[in-house]
């Protein structure tokens, strides 16, 4: 299947602290905001958020597992955190092919994290990913 513009794929997903926690021991980042209640708690936050790094990994395991799937390779991301993401929220990944260049097999992708209640939207972005049969 090759994939054209306007295609889009939503991926339901949610953070817990134990994942959180694991990233932290795992990245060295283990600033109290992502790990402490209490710290988070006299924080705008109020409560402990996930690393803004972090909370991008679902994006790249969307890309490489799902849409459009094993074999896609990164070439960029840009991404603005508009919104915390905050941990056993539900939120949805949302993409959609905004530009595809079939001769170099790459394609513009956005990549959104919305809140799977409100569809306020936490993270923006916008990748663009090579794949060298779906594109």
């Known amino acids: 299947m090759l994939y054209s513009i306007g295609d889009t794929f939503?991926?339901?997903?949610?953070?817990?602290?134990?994942?959180?926690?694991?990233?932290?021991?795992?990245?060295?980042?283990?600033?109290?905001?992502?790990?402490?209640?209490?710290?988070?708690?006299?924080?705008?936050?109020k409560k402990p958020i996930v690393h803004g790094i972090f909370s991008m990994a679902v994006i790249s395991k969307v890309m490489g597992m799902e849409f459009p799937g094993e074999g896609t390779v990164y070439l960029k991301q840009v991404v603005e955190f508009k919104r915390p993401i905050y941990m056993d929220t539900k939120y949805k990944v949302q993409t959609t092919f905004k530009e595809v260049n079939r001769d170099k097999h790459t394609a513009i992708v956005t990549t959104n994290i919305v809140d799977a209640t409100t569809n306020k939207i936490h993270l923006q972005g916008e990748a663009t990913i090579f794949h060298p049969t779906k594109i």
């Open 10 to 45: 939503e991926h339901e997903f949610t953070y817990t602290q134990e994942q959180v926690n694991a990233f932290a021991e795992l990245s060295g980042d283990k600033n109290p905001i992502h790990i402490d209640p209490a710290y988070a708690a006299n924080t705008p936050f």
